[in-house]
């Protein structure tokens, strides 16, 4: 398998579950990405893993926590969402070394 | 503060014919610019892209263009086809972001055949 993979493709969650998206690259990239999008808006960064570490973190709220286990694995927990939480989900890869990223197929999140 | 502006939101082209797609930008920090596409449940895939020292880069139906005076890009495809429409995002970057993206919202591209 190539590319970045995302799973699930879909999910509903109501506002008290806890669920985990899940995102894994098989490009040999040493940087991960969690973008959010929301419709008819600019794609907004999340996180930023570069070698497993967390370089930025832009003032998300702690109902979304990530977790990087190694350079290839990607995880975004969600818990106590609210509705305007639901959006679309991107994971993204790169070499970290120019702005050329590879994006996952995404995450459509639904809260209700 | 929008600093990456895709002013519309959608177009339409006659298949065959050029479509441009314009962005804007607030920051003249930015030294690097960038265009993804979008099909429907698929992620962006990076597209083509310009440094702030030239003005011109051409990859085969699709060329760049950057004007720093109007802090104006555009994207041109010539001749436009089907599998062309999709959402087209346009993207920015300056040295010290640590090759950080700022998007714009997007323009929706529609090949009319």
């Known amino acids: 398998e190539t590319g970045v993979t995302q799973t699930p493709r879909h999910l509903v969650m109501g506002m008290t579950n806890k669920k985990s998206l899940k995102c894994e690259q098989h490009?040999?990239?040493?940087?991960m990405y969690w973008y959010k999008q929301s419709a008819k808006k600019p794609l907004e960064l999340m996180f930023v893993?570069?070698?497993?570490?967390?370089?930025e973190n832009n003032s998300v709220p702690s109902r979304f926590s990530p977790e990087c286990p190694n350079s290839s694995h990607l995880f975004l927990h969600l818990h106590t969402l609210q509705p305007e939480d639901s959006a679309l989900y991107l994971c993204?890869?790169?070499?970290?070394?120019?702005?050329?990223?590879?994006f996952g197929s995404g995450t459509q999140l639904s809260v209700l | 503060d929008q600093q990456v502006k895709q002013n519309s939101p959608s177009l339409s082209v006659q298949e065959g014919r050029i479509s441009i797609l314009n962005c804007d930008y607030t920051?003249?920090?930015?030294?690097?610019f960038l265009w993804y596409k979008k099909y429907p449940a698929e992620g962006p895939t990076f597209l083509i892209s310009?440094?702030?020292i030239k003005d011109k880069n051409e990859d085969g139906r699709f060329t760049v263009f950057l004007n720093k005076s109007a802090k104006h890009l555009s994207l041109h495809i010539v001749p436009s086809q089907p599998g062309d429409s999709a959402v087209y995002f346009c993207?920015?970057?300056?040295?010290?972001?640590?090759?950080?993206?700022?998007w714009g919202a997007g323009t929706k591209l529609i090949i009319k055949p």
């Open positions: 993207a920015a970057s300056f040295m010290d972001s640590n090759y950080q993206l700022i």
């Open positions: 893993y570069n070698f497993k570490e967390q370089t």
């Open positions: 490009l040999g990239h040493n940087a």
């Open positions: 310009i440094s702030s």
């Open positions: 920051n003249s920090m930015f030294d690097y």
């Open positions: 993204a890869s790169g070499t970290g070394r120019d702005e050329k990223l590879f």
